[in-house]
């Protein structure tokens, strides 16, 4: 049995080892490196990501995020600070409840926008109020979606008017769903700015 415990750590340190070899050689660029550490952990990765998320498409565009990281920055990983697996599982793990988050956000807003309904015995002088407030802002709106690139207005009609969720946008239009993320942020900043200029 003591020899078994032996074995396995010894594999440990081996395939520990093997990762600091190939997290070099990525740091160099090396894109080889990079499929090698691919090959090694996007199955435990995806089955993280899933586990958390309970979405196919949420799964892999967090395991698509998390490798992108590693690539754009290797030097995030301190070897000193512990194995590169517990790193990197680390970082999926994160990354999955960011998305989590994000996905909840977006579907409270998309909740709120649902239930602008009247209150039931509302003074009535602050409704017209509140009409000519709706009006105005439903103007300054259009104006700013008409700046909006298409694909920006795309899906930001599906998301707020059609009440669809991102992962929802990305099958339909048959895009990644990062790509359905990029331009709902863009879409929301270009907005943002212009309604407030306006305010």
């Keep these: 049995m003591g020899a078994m415990v032996a074995s396995g750590?010894?594999?440990?340190?081996?395939?520990d080892?093997?990762?600091l070899q190939l997290h070099r050689r990525l740091s160099a660029?090396?894109?080889?490196?990079?499929?090698?550490?691919y090959r090694r952990y996007s199955p435990t990765a995806y089955g993280i990501a899933y586990r958390l998320t309970g979405q196919q498409l949420l799964a892999q565009d967090v395991v698509h995020d998390a490798f992108l990281a590693l690539w754009r920055a290797p030097e995030a990983f301190d070897a000193t600070r512990g194995a590169f697996r517990s790193f990197f599982l680390a970082l999926v793990h994160h990354r999955a409840v960011d998305t989590i988050r994000r996905e909840e956000r977006l579907r409270a807003r998309q909740d709120?926008?649902?239930n602008l309904e009247a209150a039931a015995g509302e003074d009535p002088s602050e409704r017209v109020?509140?009409?000519d407030f709706l009006t105005r802002r439903?103007?300054?709106v259009r104006d700013a979606l008409a700046d909006l690139s298409a694909e920006q207005r795309q899906v930001l009609e599906m998301a707020y008017f059609a009440g669809k969720t991102?992962?929802?946008?990305?099958?339909?239009?048959?895009?990644?769903l990062g790509?359905?993320?990029t331009r709902t942020f863009a879409a929301l900043r270009r907005l943002r700015r212009a309604l407030e200029k306006e305010d």
């Design 9 to 15: 750590a010894k594999d440990m340190r081996d395939g």
């Design 166 to 176: 991102q992962v929802r946008i990305a099958e339909e239009l048959g895009i990644p």
């Design 17 to 19: 080892r093997e990762d």
């Design 112 to 114: 709120r926008a649902a």
């Design 129 to 131: 109020v509140d009409e």
């Design 138 to 140: 439903r103007s300054e």
């Design 29 to 37: 660029g090396d894109r080889g490196a990079f499929d090698e550490l």
């Design 179 to 181: 790509t359905v993320k």
